[in-house]
């Protein structure tokens, strides 16, 4: 599947969308389910409970913001994938965050609960045909493609993992 063009998301993702690399989206998505399940698995509840400032999240909270924000991403690629034009809000990930006490959850959990979102977003973007894939509707007031939003979790996650291995110590 072709990279999504610039007047298929907002500015703002181009930084994510470019980290992802040509080929299948789903292909991706599905190495990175093994990859970070892997990784994920390393972890024991000391080491994620880790935050490298004080004002910053812990790997916990890293692993929730994921699930939370694929569950988002994926919503928004199911909603324009159907042909619905209800225009979509923001997503405020640090009040999102601060809500979802990932802090007070087994790291096992949390790793779990992203590995079983991910299976969902597979089976939701499996089930999309070409028509589908090329839809947009607007979110945040910007255009936007299923497909695009496909491309933005896989980057997502990629700045993620990045900063888990730059400033956290921890990588695959």
Do not use: C
């Not at 400032?53 to 939370?68: F, M, N, T, Y």
């Amino acid at each position: 599947m072709q990279r999504p063009l610039a007047d298929e998301y907002a500015p703002f993702f181009h930084g994510y969308i470019q980290r992802v690399p040509d080929g299948p989206i789903a292909r991706t998505l599905e190495r990175h389910l093994e990859q970070q399940s892997r990784l994920f698995a390393t972890l024991d509840d000391t080491r994620a409970a880790h935050r490298y400032a004080p004002d910053k999240w812990s790997v916990r909270q890293i692993i929730g913001h994921l699930a939370d924000g694929e569950r988002v991403m994926a919503y928004r690629a199911l909603t324009i994938a159907r042909g619905d034009t209800t225009p979509l809000p923001p997503f405020e990930e640090d009040l999102w965050t601060a809500s979802a006490n990932a802090d007070r959850l087994p790291t096992w959990k949390l790793a779990e609960d992203w590995r079983r979102v991910r299976l969902a977003t597979l089976s939701l973007l499996d089930g999309f045909d070409e028509a589908a894939w090329t839809r947009r509707g607007t979110v945040n007031a910007n255009t936007t493609s299923a497909r695009a939003l496909a491309w933005i979790i896989a980057g997502h996650e990629l700045h993620h993992l990045t900063v888990l291995a730059e400033r956290y110590g921890i990588s695959t």
